[in-house]
């Protein structure tokens, strides 16, 4: 289930996992923002943070992502790509607008005062020589010592930032989001780009609620509640693994996540409506267990496990078990200080 989360300027995502119906799938994911990409540098936090500018905001947490998926089956040779496009419509954890980060970065250290020092000139008699030499040896340890002082300023300044970051990520991680997103998409069925082709397209949105002002549960739960529209997508059929139908489906789900910021477990419920191109809907409903630790930094792993019930008598039923590790950076800050 897509979880809304403050997106970065670039991330990569790798994912190798079994389905519910026992094939591999691999696949490789590119996200980017191109508003923060091309512009970030040219806006403020106080731009950013302006009421009228919700424009602003929506522009720069808008996300641009490519994604392929290919199954390891060697009757299924297709190769899946999806574009996609993700729009944060109000987020209350954004760290952009935390207030109480902004007080923790004024509590940093502050800058060490410079000597005021002046190198005397040189002296115009011999005998006052020995008390310029020494003057100006008493000048150059100062400045060695304000540069000493000026690297430690630099150390302590980068801890403090960083514990105050922190602090705000395990305070925002739960909060209350909402996305929307749209991901046209184009499938190879034989695994060659002289045969890719649109194959459809998919709307889905994901509200969570972060349990804000509800003691025992805002600083350590999360309620997600996503739904999923797709049409066109290619799939093999029963009856002959060479040929592929066109297939329309409606996936509403539920997820409950507990935990902090760094480790969370989830359950959730899925139930998928698919329409093949005969008729004759099914319903799929998935029950799963998920984990999710951080790693590093910005490594994150995740494992998903479950099982599901379809009404469609010739889909495998069955367990199912998803891995994913997903790794990001970002060279610097996406918005300049006034």
Known sequence: ??????????????????????????????????????????????????????????????????????????????????????????????????????????????LPEAPSFVTPPPPDRPEEIEEWTRDVERGRNALQEFQAQIASYVTRVNTAVATCREAARKRNWNASKMIVAVAPTWTSQTGSGDDLARSGSGVWTTLAYGFEQVPGLQRNAQLLVHARWRDDEPVLTAKDPKVFDLRDSRLLGLQLRAGTASTTIAAEGINERVTPPSGGATTDRRYSVGFEHRVADNLWLGLAMGSGKSSATAQKKGAFVLSSLKWGFAEGPSLAMQ
Do not use: H, W
């Open 1 to 110: 289930m897509a979880r809304p989360t403050t997106a970065r300027k670039l991330a990569t995502s790798l994912l190798n996992g079994v389905d519910r119906n026992g094939v591999l799938q691999t696949g490789v994911a590119i996200d980017t923002v191109p508003y923060l990409a091309l512009a970030g540098q040219l806006v403020t936090l106080d731009d950013y943070r302006k009421r009228s500018n919700y424009a602003l905001r929506f522009l720069a947490r808008t996300q641009v992502s490519v994604g392929t998926a290919k199954a390891s089956d060697v009757n299924d040779k297709a190769m899946r790509i999806g574009l996609g496009v993700r729009m944060t419509l109000f987020d209350r954890g954004d760290p952009r607008t935390d207030a109480v980060l902004d007080e923790c970065f004024d509590g940093r250290p502050k």
